[in-house]
């Protein structure tokens, strides 16, 4: 199980420039998160905590969390730049999919995509790789996404704003239910059916 992401205009880019780009957008993801659980803290402060309210305007405070803001963006986009960056396993496990949906020779693109293993032979092989760099964004994402039901749910009145926020985390498993592709998908990883090549084309394109 994994995806990929390239550019559009393939030939425009090069391989260097295509995987900058995209781990520069994937960075932009992680940094609304954080610009998100930063306004729940604010909105936070200024509600249950006046007395503190003080605190966000000190010169070290706007330091630490512009700071925090630059460190999040940059860990983001270098974990998906070089953990999740182009390698010989993965153009192999890819080049079919990406030649005859996109006539595009994947050696020759820059892309990211997370490959945590795959089977060879009946024999599992583990990417640690990529698995550390999903560890990574996972404790980034998970973090951002922890301060939001903190910081939301104690001044009264939050509950609607949380669940808008997080509507967009919550629509995609819509999709997973209701797309027969992305269902079956599920299932496979899930082990309750076996994969088909040809039910499974999970590509993105920026």
């Known amino acids: 199980m994994s995806f990929i992401v390239f550019t559009n205009n393939v030939d425009i880019w090069s391989m260097e420039a295509s995987r900058i780009i995209i781990s520069i957008f994937c960075s932009l993801f992680a940094q609304s998160l954080y610009l998100l659980a930063l306004h729940f803290l604010y909105r936070y402060i200024q509600v249950a905590k006046p007395h503190a309210r003080s605190m966000l305007y000190k010169p070290i405070s706007i330091f630490f969390l512009a700071s925090l ?15 999740f ?9 890819f080049y079919q999919e990406i030649n005859i949906y996109y006539t595009v020779n994947i ?4 892309y990211i995509g997370p490959l945590y293993f795959y089977v060879n032979d009946s024999t599992v092989e583990i990417q640690s790789r990529d698995l550390i760099g999903l560890l990574n964004v996972g404790i980034v994402i998970m973090a951002t996404f922890a301060v939001i039901p903190f910081c939301g749910i104690r001044p009264i009145g939050n509950i609607v704003a949380i669940f808008l926020t997080i509507y967009p985390i919550v629509d995609p498993i819509i999709l997973l239910c209701f797309i027969s592709t992305y269902r079956m998908a599920v299932m496979v990883y899930l082990g309750i059916a076996k994969y088909k090549p040809q039910l499974i084309h999970s590509v993105t394109t920026v």
Do not use: E
């Not at 960056?85 to 496990?93: A, H, M, Q």
């Open 69 to 83: 803001h630059i460190i999040i963006a940059f860990d983001y986009g270098f974990v998906c730049y070089y953990n």
């Open 85 to 93: 960056g182009p390698s010989d396993v993965k153009n192999n496990y």
């Open 107 to 110: 050696s020759t693109i820059g």
